[in-house]
T-cell receptor
Framework: SQKIEQNSEALNIQEGKTATLTCNYT??????LQWYRQDPGRGPVFLLL?????KEKRKERLKVTFDTTLKQSLFHITASQPADSATYLC?????????FGAGTQVVVTP | GAVVSQHPSRVICKSGTSVKIECRSL??????MFWYRQFPKQSLMLMAT?????????EQGVEKDKFLINHASLTLSTLTVTSAHPEDSSFYIC????????????FGPGTRLTVT
């Protein structure tokens, strides 16, 4: 069955450092992969989308890589700030349907 | 980005009653809307996909008679939890996409349902 794995342990990081999150998947060939931010009690907010034929995408302090051979995506937050503290979800999609990972909580301390 | 609203944001109801949750796309026409459920510290689980003017497609294990979905217009979809039970207590989130098969979806803020 399809499976998406994100590190369940919270990532504690000091302000200014780079946070790196991992999303691994099995039994899936997604057309694209997305990363979302979710704050407690709120709906997810879209951050980045990367397609199967793309290796890397950047947006401001965010960078996403997508390795379809390893079946893995890495999500980087550079120069992290306390305001970046949230849970980050990866989602795999094909033809408009999405499957989400459970998310990794990031805590950025001053 | 596009704005999607949900109402109510929180609802508490008694066991056996029905609850309706509205999902609206405020500034675009949503051909497709998705309904998810999320339990604490777990991933979003897709419940159903609804396309405007047609019946919703439910995911395996989701009871269509219990979770009634109506996508009557391009800006509104409703989820009705019928005869709610405490195990239905969860965070319900809708999302909207502009086109069928679109890679972009926009999420509502979610509705916290508590069944006592």
């Amino acid at each position: 069955s399809q499976k998406i794995e994100q590190n369940s342990e919270a990532l504690n990081i000091q302000e200014g450092k780079t946070a790196t999150l991992t999303c691994n998947y099995t039994n899936y060939s997604p057309a694209y992969l997305q990363w979302y931010r979710q704050d407690p009690g709120r709906g997810p907010v879209f951050l980045l989308l990367i397609r199967e034929n793309e290796k890397e995408k950047r947006k401001e302090r965010l960078k996403v890589t997508f390795d379809t051979t390893l079946k893995q995506s890495l999500f980087h937050i550079t120069a992290s700030q306390p305001a970046d503290s949230a849970t980050y979800l990866c989602a795999l999609g094909s033809w408009g349907k999405f499957q989400f990972g459970a998310g990794t909580q990031v805590v950025v301390t001053p | 980005g596009a704005v999607v609203s949900q109402h109510p944001s929180r609802v508490i109801c008694k066991s056996g009653t029905s609850v309706k949750i509205e999902c609206r796309s405020l500034d675009f026409q949503a051909t497709t809307m998705f309904w998810y459920r999320q339990f604490p510290k777990q991933s979003l689980m897709l419940m159903a996909t609804s396309n405007e003017g047609s019946k919703a497609t439910y995911e395996q294990g989701v009871e269509k008679d219990k979770f009634l979905i109506n996508h009557a217009s391009l800006t509104l979809s409703t989820l009705t939890v019928t005869s709610a039970h405490p195990e239905d207590s969860s965070f319900y989130i809708c999302s909207a996409a502009g086109d069928r098969g679109s890679s972009e979806q926009y999420f509502g803020p979610g509705t916290r349902l508590t069944v006592t």
